[in-house]
């Protein structure tokens, strides 16, 4: 599966290579610098600053030093387009044959040695964003990620972009952006996921907020939240599930309340709005779901003119209230 556009581009020695990667991925020393020969091609996947690369056969380190002195901090998602490659990081080796995925990070050494012209699709991911859109720190050493269904699933997706120039628009490229931080959190979540966080406190009630704003918008739901936020769909759920809700439940608890006040009011001073009117200007579609959802609510039907303060939830039925 290697990349027409990649062997394009012009042949390089090791110093053009070096100040060529040196940008993105800080400092990497050749073991013989005079014999290297390699090939880079930048691109940008779903948002994402991603490279083709390609040598001939070499060990490329970098070392506590060149960590120090660059102060680069970010991981990176390696997929092995062709070839096979081993890479050694916190004294653990990993070997990737063609169509593995590894997982590395920046701030750690690191030894990468290839058998001669491999082929490697490279994402950078920022780590203070990887976080965000993960909801965990990631591993701080190398880790392959083979033979899963997500990691087969995120190589069809990410590389499968390299040879497919079809335009996609800019909204498109951010959900697309958002599945690639899912199957991420899929390769890497912890066997036990970390306490909470000031980070994930901090985020929640700015995603709280957001949602009091927009959850009259129809069309708004938890899909919306988690790009205008910027985080992945999984991670959006995971804070709420942590907190013993559903993002859904949480809107449509805003909603509902929301038609309760008005519907009240609606009694009181007797206008005659429109139930159906005050539906839709609580955030919903159809008539026939917010009568169902409030009936579950409340125990009983929004045309019910008796409605006001005597009326309770049902019993039984779980509640999803504002946090």
């Known amino acids: ?8 581009t012009p042949e390089l020695n090791y110093e053009q290579w070096s100040d060529l990667v040196y940008p993105k991925f800080g400092i990497h020393r050749i073991s013989d610098p005079k014999a290297f020969a390699g090939r880079v091609r930048f691109r ?19 070392t506590e030093r060149d960590i120090r002195r660059d102060g680069v901090d970010h991981c990176y998602a390696v997929f092995q387009v062709d070839g096979r490659s081993t890479i050694i990081q916190n004294a653990e080796a ?13 701030t750690r050494p690191v030894t990468y040695s290839n058998n001669g012209h491999d082929e490697w699709l490279v994402l950078q991911l920022p780590r203070q964003r990887l976080i965000s ?4 720190e990631p591993p701080s050493g190398v880790a392959s990620h083979s033979g899963t269904h997500a990691s087969r699933l995120l190589f069809q997706l990410v590389v499968g972009v390299v040879y497919d120039e079809e335009f ?6 951010n959900y697309m952006q958002l599945a690639v931080y899912d199957f991420l959190g899929a390769l890497l979540v912890p066997p036990d996921p970390a306490p909470r966080s000031h980070h994930s406190e901090r985020l ?9 704003v927009r959850f009259t918008d129809p069309k708004f739901g938890p899909g919306e939240i988690a790009a205008e936020v910027g985080v992945s769909l999984r991670y959006l759920q995971k804070l709420f599930t942590s907190r013993g809700c559903t993002c859904s439940g949480f809107i449509q608890s805003l909603r509902l309340d929301k038609a309760a006040r008005n519907i009240k009011q609606r009694t009181a001073m007797k206008s005659g709005q429109p139930l159906s009117e005050i539906a839709y200007a609580c955030g919903y579609h159809d008539y026939s779901n917010f009568a169902r959802a409030f009936r579950q609510r409340f125990g009983h039907a929004p045309t019910d003119c008796e409605f006001g303060n005597n009326a309770r939830p049902v019993r039984g039925v779980r509640q999803e209230r504002a946090l």
């Open 94 to 106: 990993v070997t990737l044959a063609a169509g593995d995925v590894a997982f590395v990070g920046s």
């Open 44 to 62: 940008s996947i779903f948002g994402f600053h991603a490279s083709e690369m390609r040598n001939n056969k070499c060990d490329c380190e970098r």
């Open 133 to 136: 859109g993960l909801g965990f």
């Open 204 to 212: 929640f009630k700015q995603i709280c907020d957001v949602i009091r």
């Open 1 to 8: 599966m290697r990349s027409a556009d990649l062997l394009k």
């Open 168 to 173: 996609m628009s800019e909204v498109a490229g």
